[in-house]
């Protein structure tokens, strides 16, 4: 997905779409919805997604999760724009890091059983993708999967 994604930001968005190399907050209005349209699809697989809804102690910016009996994975995006010539990938492990910081756990369905958490870094056409997948122990306790 990493890869895949990244080329699809250089090659479908526009230089001047997120304000060149002065990307500021409202860019970052651009690249969510230019994902929340690649994301949206999933509702044909049997997935709900959400964009910018409260969980936790705050506010993530995309979640899809499965609808009952559909399947057991969800997913947890959080989206970042750099700034003060910060690293493309530290800024990606902020938003990854964000997702637990904050909680946007909090709410999933019993019936997932693996999440797929994700930050999403972009700097005008660029964009680094990190994540990390999780598994729901029987104890509700979530713990990377190797």
């Known amino acids: 997905m990493k890869k895949e994604f990244e080329y699809i930001v ?3 968005l526009s230089f001047y779409d997120v304000g060149g190399s002065q990307s500021g907050k409202n860019a970052e209005n651009v690249y969510h919805a230019f994902c929340l349209g690649m994301f949206v699809v999933a509702r044909d697989r049997g997935y709900i997604v959400h964009s ?3 969980a936790g102690m705050g506010r993530y910016d995309v979640k899809i999760v499965p609808k009952s009996g559909v399947g ?6 959080e989206f970042k724009i750099v700034h003060d010539n910060k690293s493309l990938n530290n800024v990606a492990h902020e ?6 910081k904050k909680q946007y756990r909090a709410g999933l369905q019993d019936e997932v059983k693996r999440l797929l958490e994700i930050g999403i870094a972009f700097e005008g056409k660029k964009a680094c993708v990190v994540g990390h ?4 122990t029987e104890d509700r306790e979530w713990i990377k999967s190797l």
């Not at 057991?72 to 995006?77: D, K, R, T």
């Not at 938003?95 to 637990?100: A, F, K, N, P, V």
């Not at 997948?133 to 729901?136: A, D, E, S, T």
């Open 72 to 77: 057991e994975m969800a997913i947890i995006i």
């Open 52 to 54: 910018n809804r409260e």
């Open 95 to 100: 938003g990854l890091c964000q997702i637990e």
């Open 10 to 12: 250089i090659d479908a």
């Open 133 to 136: 997948l999780l598994h729901r």
